[in-house]
């Protein structure tokens, strides 16, 4: 389970897949602020979690054979007052340089790690046939 994400530099989820291919589209899990070996990073600052949840995502879609003109729709979890979600959406507006794909921002009671902060999900969808 999860070998292809393994083998890039991720860290192993606890009994679940980072993702499936179905089709043209890549099924992703929310993906978590956590560094290679596991480690919550960026504790106490939405940005820089947010910003470790792009790149684990850009390494899953990578290493599945997809590109980041696939993603059709994000969705940003964010813990916590209005400035973490304004800072986690600071984090998406760099990642893409403005070119955000659509996407929705909600504010959530909690997320799945302790001191976890922001969460993102995706729709990936490549416009031929894989």
Known sequence: MNEKELAAGLAPTPGYRYAEIVG???FVAGQVP???QGRL???GDAFGQAIQCLQNLATIIDCHGFKREHIR???IYVVG???NLAQAWDAVSSHWQARVP???LLGVGRLGY???LVEIDAMI???EPA
């Open 125 to 127: 969808v490549k416009s």
């Open 102 to 104: 659509p996407a929705t």
């Open 41 to 43: 990073v960026s504790v």
């Open 81 to 83: 007052p209005q400035e």
């Open 114 to 116: 302790p001191e976890q």
């Open 73 to 75: 729709r994000l969705t």
């Open 24 to 26: 043209r589209e890549l």
């Open 34 to 36: 956590h560094d290679a």
